[in-house]
């Protein structure tokens, strides 16, 4: 069955029941868990850092387009460029509040990857950044968990470090991109 058809049939559900019960459940409305999505809207430039083990730092440059989709509930992003240099690089990803887990939750597929790596994580206002969380199959094919702290500098500027846990069970930096917003 294609997404379509399954959210097709969820809606049509959801109207049966509703319209049995005789009430329309009001629909949610962006409020300021969104608001921390959207403040991402825009095109950035970005500067990757890749840490390879044992060999020294890879420098490439890509380009983050992110849009507010679905009423502003979500954000969607699309990326291009390069994570190593030579080595062209598309990735698509969504970010919604789960307001049932009080967490941001995401998924993400891009082309060094055969599948969907899904998010959760949680936002500190305090230091303006997000700690989340990743599982999905790595450029190899094996499942790989993730750790990736987004951070805000200013509203033009902010980056995201990844991190996967060494053999040794200590987390490992593998990469880091910063951004500038484009003008």
Not at 36 to 50: F, S
Not at 98 to 110: E, F, L, Q, R, T
Not at 128 to 155: C, I, N, R, Y
Request: with cysteine.
């Amino acid at each position: 069955m294609t997404i379509t058809r399954t959210l097709l049939a969820f809606a049509a559900g959801l109207l049966v029941s509703t319209a049995a019960s005789a009430q329309m459940p009001s629909m949610p409305k962006p409020g300021p868990e969104q608001e921390v999505l959207a403040k991402d809207v825009g095109t950035w430039d970005a500067t990757v850092e890749l840490n390879m083990p044992g060999a020294p730092a890879m420098t490439s440059k890509l380009t983050e387009v992110n849009t507010m989709g679905c009423g502003g509930m979500c954000l969607i992003g699309d990326v291009n460029g390069e994570v190593m240099p030579g080595v062209a690089f598309k990735g698509h990803g969504l970010t919604a509040y789960d307001a049932s887990k009080k967490k941001y939750v995401g998924s993400w597929s891009d082309s060094m990857a055969s599948g969907l790596q899904v998010s959760e994580g949680t936002y500190d206002p305090a230091t303006k950044s997000t700690t989340s969380w990743m599982e999905g199959p790595d450029a190899t094919g094996a499942t790989v968990k993730t750790k990736a702290v987004s951070a805000s500098t200013d509203t033009d500027h902010r980056s995201m470090t990844m991190f996967v846990a060494g053999p040794d069970g200590k987390e490992v930096q593998t990469m880091k991109i910063t951004y500038t917003r484009r003008k």
